[in-house]
């Protein structure tokens, strides 16, 4: 049961390249069911935020009309990276169960350890530069947020 849902990702996997993308499949699993899928879109879909797990987070979401996917495990071809990784905390996924590992992914010039060790890093010694800006007039929003009696806490 479970090797199909890998069997699935890793199909979705080699359907991103031959259509463009990188090597990358993922399916989200609730209930014992696919309900959302994706493969690695980047330059086909000309977005850099299109990989695998991300597209397979939307679909789940859209599926099910909701933000929220507790409950749910994802089955990715690699090991996230950060990016997917945050997506699946944000979306609340249970489980992550993962076939290639960042190092195989490193050696075929899909490198994201800069990013992990950059997550790492004091915002002083980041070497992406971080400027604060407007930083008070920034906080209305954060004060109407707090202020709001009918806001839908995520
Ligand atoms: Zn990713």
């Given at each position: 049961m479970e090797e199909s849902f890998m069997r699935r990702a890793i199909a979705l996997s080699c359907q991103g390249v031959e259509e463009g993308g990188g090597p990358f499949g993922a399916v989200v699993v609730r209930g014992g069911r696919i309900i959302g899928e994706g493969r690695n879109n980047v330059v086909p879909g000309r977005d850099p935020t299109q990989h695998a797990e991300i597209v397979a987070i939307r679909a789940a979401c859209a599926a099910l009309g909701t933000h929220d996917l507790t409950g749910a495990v994802i089955y990715t071809?690699?090991?996230?990276c950060p990016m997917c990784l945050s997506a699946i905390w944000w979306a609340r996924i249970g489980e992550i169960v993962y076939a290639n590992d960042r190092a195989g992914a490193a050696a075929i010039g899909f490198d994201d350890a800069a990013i992990y060790e950059e997550v790492a890093r004091p915002l002083e010694a980041r070497r992406l530069p971080l400027r604060r800006l407007l930083a008070e007039e920034a906080r209305e929003a954060f004060r109407l947020w707090e202020a709001k009696p009918d806001k839908m806490p995520y």
């Open positions: 071809s690699c090991e996230p």
